[in-house]
């Protein structure tokens, strides 16, 4: 059995432990001696973030061979369409390369916590949210995905990770859970 932390990143906080150029840690909300994030989520995302000391469990959550599922909802600028979200699904060409079959689909405005600092609202232009699902994690490839296909990312918020889900954990808080990991060949 191995111990998992289950974390809700606050927006506006890094997925390290140091404070960096006056943006806080993780230390600001996890005092849990030995354990390390699997995985990053950008300064100004939310969500999902899987922590644990170890090695094997790292290697599963993170490594692209074993296909981990992520989930995120993602707000957008405009109303998005049919055709880019099957664009989304179908790939699309960044610039380090092809990001690899995803799902998407159009959802209502999921409840959910508010941010702060609330996200930039412009009056004549509408919002929408959409459910993706990938299998890799590019350098902030969601918000490029989006871009890409006319929709940029406003709010990007990461609920799951293969079986973890962030379920009713508010931002700022985590759960603790015991993993068994499969034995390795070797």
Sequence with gaps: ???????????????????????PGLKKYLNLPNIYPMGRLDLDSEGLLL?????????????????????????????????????????V??????????????????????????????????TSWIELRIHEGKNRQIRRMTAYVGFPTLRLIRI???PWKLNS??????????VNLPQTKK
């Design 169 to 178: 954990i508010m931002p700022g808080e985590y759960r603790h859970e015991k």
């Design 93 to 126: 060409l960044l610039k380090d390369g092809m990001t690899r079959l995803a799902k998407a689909k159009e959802i209502g405005e999921p409840k959910l916590w508010e941010r702060n600092p609330s996200i930039r609202t412009r009056k004549k232009l509408t």
């Design 51 to 91: 922590l644990s000391s170890n090695g094997g469990l790292k290697e599963q959550v993170t490594n692209p061979k074993y296909k981990m599922e992520k989930t995120y909802l993602v707000q957008v600028e405009g109303q998005i369409t049919s055709s880019a979200t099957s664009d989304l699904s179908a790939g």
């Design 160 to 162: 799951s990770i293969g």
């Design 1 to 23: 059995m191995v111990d998992l932390i289950v974390f809700n990143k606050p927006y506006g906080v890094l997925s390290q432990f140091l404070d960096h150029d006056g943006h």
